[in-house]
């Protein structure tokens, strides 16, 4: 088995963890194969997008989500670390309005797994952070939402210490800084 899946506190979000190959040439791991994917996770995904991006240190991307046409995104980091976020938007879960944060990075290779209903977001740890992931829909950026990445009622602890150690704030997109609470988002069901 290429990697193992683990759940987080909110059971349908999945850390994998990959089985690395590693000696004083460098390492080797199987990012992606459908069918381990599929005995790990339970989840028979069809991906259909691959995206990459780079951040610089404090950036935070999110919280997105696609109202129509959902998406289901398997991510990883590349170069650098970031804190990563998935938040369950699904009204009828008992689960609704909870949070989970993991660190993904180059050195602990990890992903993660966030099916169609939850909002996901990353703040960039690292000087830089090259982040990539797969989706099982392709974007539609008239059904793309954003959720306040610092809602109250969410109060996800996002590691912000090292900025307010030099006095800066989260570098946010124009979309994210003016999205809506939990209160007030369109959300799924």
């Not at 008992?94 to 909002?119: C, D, I, M, T, Y």
């Amino acid at each position: 088995m290429p990697y193992t899946a683990t759940p987080t506190a909110l059971p349908d979000v999945l850390v994998l963890e990959p089985r690395v190959f590693g000696d004083a040439r460098g390492f080797f791991f199987e990012s992606y194969s459908r069918r381990d994917f599929l005995t790990a996770t339970g989840v028979d995904a069809d991906f259909v997008q691959d995206n990459h991006s780079r951040s610089v240190q404090g950036v935070l991307r999110g919280l997105h989500y696609q109202l129509v046409k959902p998406q289901g995104k398997l991510v990883r980091v590349t170069q650098g670390s970031v804190w990563d976020v998935a938040v369950d938007l699904r009204r009828h879960s008992p689960h609704f309005g909870r949070w989970v944060g993991v660190e993904l990075s180059a050195e602990n290779k990890r992903q993660l797994w966030v099916p169609p209903g939850f909002g996901h977001g990353f703040l960039t740890l690292s000087e830089s952070a090259e982040f990539l992931y797969k989706t099982t829909d392709y974007w539609y950026p008239e059904h793309e939402r954003s959720l306040l990445w610092n809602d109250v009622d969410l109060a996800i602890a996002w590691p912000l210490q090292d900025l307010a150690a030099v006095g800066k704030q989260p570098g946010l997109a124009a979309k994210d800084a003016a999205a809506p609470s939990l209160k007030h988002a369109e959300l799924y069901g």
